[in-house]
């Protein structure tokens, strides 16, 4: 199975990554962007062929490795 983790910085954490992004894509005169928030998508191909399993799987790998929870969130995607 496929398992997408998507990772992104908690609201009211500083992400600077996503401020240089805003800085740059107003320099290319895209006007309008009031924020940007940058974060991470992580895809695992996993060998578990049942879907709860496998997201049991992935949610455990983002808990402990993939996301820092203290100041970032995930969800968990199952194809």
């Known amino acids: 199975m496929k398992a997408r983790v ?9 992400d600077p990554q996503g401020k240089a992004i805003g800085q740059a894509l107003e320099g290319l005169g895209f006007a309008g962007v009031q924020d940007v928030r940058a974060g991470k998508v992580i895809e695992l191909d996993l060998a578990e062929t049942d879907p709860a399993a496998a ?25």
Not at 63 to 72: G, H, K, S, Y
């Open 55 to 79: 997201r049991a799987a992935a949610e455990e790998m983002a808990r402990r490795l993939l996301a820092n929870t203290v100041i970032e969130s995930y969800r968990v995607e199952i194809a």
């Open 6 to 14: 998507y990772v992104m910085p908690k609201a009211g954490v500083l």
